[in-house]
């Protein structure tokens, strides 16, 4: 799974919601895996605005940071001109095959997705359907597509395992409608924690303190790390369960320099925590530099980057039909 992958016929779909500022997790666990799959017959990559909405937005701010996730994806070395980006809302398709799966999916399935329980839990003055029924557009997102693979972070990879059964299902209904896409998900760096709770995940709507952002300048990244919490001992050794703090941030420095844990914990050993935070908030510093000086170009030329999303939703959509009309067609929707 690691391997850079040369298959063809490939059809690759991620999406990140423009709902904060996109963390160090999410760059990690999704945005930097994007360009491994460079070869890949079709590739994806999708502004999920449609989903932000489960959860309160200011309507001006979501408008602005979904534009800036799209530039961000071209930042990160996405070229529009052979990867369809594009935002969600801007290819009706997906809302349509999304209701279309709702009749397709169980109230007891969606129940036991742990994200929901957790939002539910987070936002308990706002439990709306659209947040019950987020891994069905999700698995409409996927599916439009016939997505072989999906790079997703850990935490997503229930989602994915629901769109999976949902597709499985409609094809034993009415033949090979969909394919059953496989997630992609790196072992190393899967799961990037919260720097103020490092047991909970990294999150983008989380306050500040707790996640690093790839629009963080360094004397900011350096204070946030800085500031993470670790523990009472001195020693630096990755152990998740007991250290997580200490684990979080070897984590982030294996992840950056792609070297294998032993290496970094021997680069790091006789050194206090001081060492091992400015290491970390170094690997980050030197990630990010380069990204955010490519987006500040990239953002400096709005009218290119609207046409471009344009260009992307168009070629989305063309493919998104060909999936549902054969949905329509199978389910028995009149077809003029
Ligand atoms: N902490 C994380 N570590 C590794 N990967 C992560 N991802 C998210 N957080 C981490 C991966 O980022 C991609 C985009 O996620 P999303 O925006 O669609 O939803 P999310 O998983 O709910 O991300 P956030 O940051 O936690 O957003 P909010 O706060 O809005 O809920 C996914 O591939 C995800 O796995």
Redesign the pocket.
């Known amino acids: 799974m690691e391997e850079k992958t040369t298959e063809k016929k490939q059809v690759i779909y991620?999406?990140?919601?423009?709902?904060?500022n996109?963390?160090?997790?999410?760059?990690?666990?999704?945005?930097r895996n994007f360009s491994i799959f460079d070869e890949a017959e079709t590739r994806l990559y999708c502004v999920?605005d449609l989903?932000?909405l489960t959860?309160r937005q200011n309507s001006a701010e979501l408008r602005k940071r979904s534009l800036s996730l799209a530039a961000l994806y071209m930042a990160c070395g996405l070229d529009p001109e052979n990867n369809i980006i594009y935002c969600q809302s801007t290819v009706s398709a997906h809302a349509e095959l999304a209701w279309i799966l709702n009749c397709f999916t169980y109230m007891g399935e969606l129940s036991r997705m742990t994200?929901f329980k957790d939002?539910s839990a987070k936002h308990a003055d706002n439990i709306n359907a659209g947040l019950f029924t987020y891994p069905v557009l999700?698995a409409s997102d996927i599916l439009l597509y016939q997505t072989t693979t999906v790079?997703?972070?850990?935490?997503?990879?229930q989602h994915v395992e629901i769109c999976r059964d949902i597709a499985q299902r409609f094809n034993s209904l009415y033949g090979d409608v969909f394919t059953v896409p496989e997630p992609y998900i790196r072992t190393v760096?899967?799961?990037?924690?919260?720097l103020s709770e490092p047991t909970k995940?990294?999150?983008?709507?989380?306050p500040e303190e707790s996640?690093v952002s790839v629009f963080d300048k360094p004397d900011v990244i350096r204070r946030k790390i800085r500031r993470a919490v670790t523990d009472s001992e001195t020693e630096i050794r990755y152990a998740p369960e007991t250290k997580p703090g200490v684990s979080n941030l070897l984590t982030i420095i294996s992840a950056l320099e792609n070297k294998p844990m032993d290496d970094v914990v021997a680069s790091l050993s006789g050194l206090g925590y001081g060492a091992l935070k400015e290491a970390a908030a170094e690997a980050v510093i030197r990630e990010f530099t380069p990204i955010q000086a490519r987006f500040d170009e990239i953002m400096a030329d709005k009218e290119t980057l609207s046409r471009l999303l344009k260009q992307g939703a168009e070629h989305a959509e063309a493919l998104a039909r060909k999936t549902l009309r054969k949905v329509y067609k199978k389910v028995g929707l009149v077809q003029l």
Do not use: E, R
């Open positions: 991620s999406a990140i919601q423009p709902s904060g996109i963390t160090l997790g999410n760059y990690i666990g999704a945005l999920a989903h932000s959860v994200q939002k999700m790079p997703v972070g850990i935490d997503q990879k760096s899967a799961k990037i924690q919260s995940k990294m999150s983008k709507s989380d996640f």
